[in-house]
């Protein structure tokens, strides 16, 4: 699978010339694409002292903050995308950064490990905890305190009145819509608040 190619499929929900905002942006290279490519401006969002210093020099803004304290230093609809990719599983409030995503942005973009996948479902079976690609760490070490599937987002999303424009999974660098709970190893949502 290739991560290169996995962003440029999310890169692809978020229109050009887009004022974004990347939660938890690690090293920025999403936004960095972004500018390049399609003509985006915006802020990454990141704690990490290393990954603060990558973005600055990439190129890319950055604010070192910490997620779990919310987005209070945004004003509604202070940006046209908000993204959120791989950061929901490792935060304590979830469903509180999701709701800070629909309102600080017109339209989020999310994405997670799928914990559904078919190759995670039958090492469960088998008594054991998966280690993927997608979840690459074992049970003890992991930096994930929550588990999600692909249709536990669809419920979460109905639940806090968003309205979803697109979902697909990816598999190896491959969009994923037919099954995308079993067949995909990662989960993509586009919504805007309903």
Known sequence: MSERKDMELIAELVPHGSRVLDLGCGRGELLAHLQAHRGCTGYGIEIADDNVLACTQRGVNVIQ???????AIFEDKSFDVVLQLDTLQHLRNTE???RETARVGRIGVVSFPNFAHWPNRLRVAGGRMPVT???PYEWYDTPNIRVGTYADFEVLARKDGLTILDSFGIQAGEIVRTWPNLLASVAVF????G
């Open 65 to 71: 903050l910490n997620l779990e304290e919310g987005l």
């Open 96 to 98: 509180k950064m999701l």
């Open 190 to 193: 586009k919504f805007e608040r």
């Open 133 to 135: 690609k997608a979840l």
